[in-house]
Every structure is written in C-alpha cells, then in structure tokens.
C-alpha cells in the first residue's frame, strides 16, 4: 500500500512542475523554520516571564533532538531502502541519500517541535502543526520517503514532546523558575503576574 501512495504522489509531482521549487526548498530548508519558530515562541514567553511556556519551548527542541537519536537507532534496526532505490523511474527532487528511509528523520523533528509548541502556545503551536503536516508531505512530494515513514516520524517526535509533559517540563519549569531569582533573570525574563509550575 505504501508503493502505490507513494507512486501516487511520485505522479502529483510529475505532473505539477510548477510547484517544485517551493517544495524542493521546503523539504531541504523546512527544518530551519521550525527552529526559528522555537525561537520566536521562547521570545514571546520570555517578554512576560511566563515560565512554563518557555520551558514548553526550550523542551520542544529537547524533544526534536532526542526524536532524531532515536530515528536513528529504529531506522537502523528497520534498515528499510528509500522508495527511489527500489521502485524505477521515481522523481527525485532532491539530492539522493543512502541512509535509511524509515522513519523520516525530517517529519520526527517537526512531530516533536510541532507537539511541544502545542502546549507552549496554541497560537505558536498551530502555525507549527501547520508546518509540521506541509513538511510531511512534502519529503514524499520529493520522493524521499513513502507516506508511512512521514507518518512514523511525526508519531514518535510527537510522542516524545508529550512524554516531556511528566518527566522533563517539570523540573525545566523549576529551573526557570530559580534563574527568575537569580542574577540571571535576564535569560528568563521578568516576573509574571502570577506564575505556576504546573507541568500541564
């Protein structure tokens, strides 16, 4: 089922030349608006001090780092070949690899950034899903990955920004929370009006 998706949308790209530069880009250069976006929540958390979201935002680029070192051990336990390698005549719009396909390593760093800026700032949060679903589909538009290795890799990314929610948001929240009363309150902004360190 995965070959015939994927050839699916080997045929959408063929037949919308027109489209590739955007997608091309985006696949390759995606990754670096997600991490800008981490940025800009952080800022936004930072301008009123509100530590749990910036501890939110400081977590979901944890959580897209721990994402991508655990891509890499399952994709080289799966060892499971790009579809370029195995299906003929496939478009390829960006350059070839030959690491594993499975799971998408791009899609597990956006699953990751785009859950962790969900319970940082809805706002942030959706402009990240946003991108997060677009960067899925676009490394199959490319010819990358076949739809279940996006849809791996924006699971499991996913899936270790939340389990931050009990085991790592927490005591981030907490240490934020001691630099607010240290000299080095500058990192993390001014007091809130009223600040909790909830992990929710």
């Known amino acids: 089922m995965d070959n015939s998706i994927f050839q699916w949308f080997n045929r959408l790209a063929q037949h919308t030349s027109w489209a590739h530069g955007f997608f091309r880009f985006y696949a390759n250069y ?10 800009v929540a952080y800022v936004d958390a930072w301008r009123t001090g509100d530590l749990r979201t910036e501890a939110w935002s400081v977590w979901a680029g944890g959580a897209a780092l721990a994402g991508l070192g655990l891509a890499q051990l399952v994709g080289g336990a799966v ?14 719009l960006v350059d070839k690899t030959t690491d594993f396909s499975f799971p998408s390593d791009h899609a597990t760093v956006a699953g990751a950034v785009a859950v962790g800026l969900w319970f940082a700032n ?12 677009l960067m899925a589909f676009t ?21 270790i920004a939340l389990a931050g929610r009990w085991l790592v948001v927490p005591a981030l929240t907490r240490i934020a929370a001691w630099v607010q009363g240290s000299p080095m309150r500058p990192l993390v902004g001014p007091k809130a009006a009223a600040q909790g360190v909830s992990p929710g």
Not at 30 to 39: E, N, P
Not at 79 to 92: E, F, H, K, Q, S
Not at 139 to 157: C, E, I, P, T
Request: proline share 4%; no cysteine; aromatic share 8%.
């Open 30 to 39: 995606g990754i670096v608006l997600l991490g800008l976006l981490i940025v």
């Open 79 to 92: 060892d499971r070949a790009r579809p370029y390698t195995t299906i003929p005549g496939v478009l390829v």
């Open 122 to 133: 809805r706002r942030w949060g959706t402009v990240a899903i946003v991108l997060a679903v």
């Open 139 to 159: 490394r199959v538009y490319v010819g990358a990955h076949y739809l279940g290795d996006v849809l791996a890799g924006l699971a499991l990314g996913g899936l």
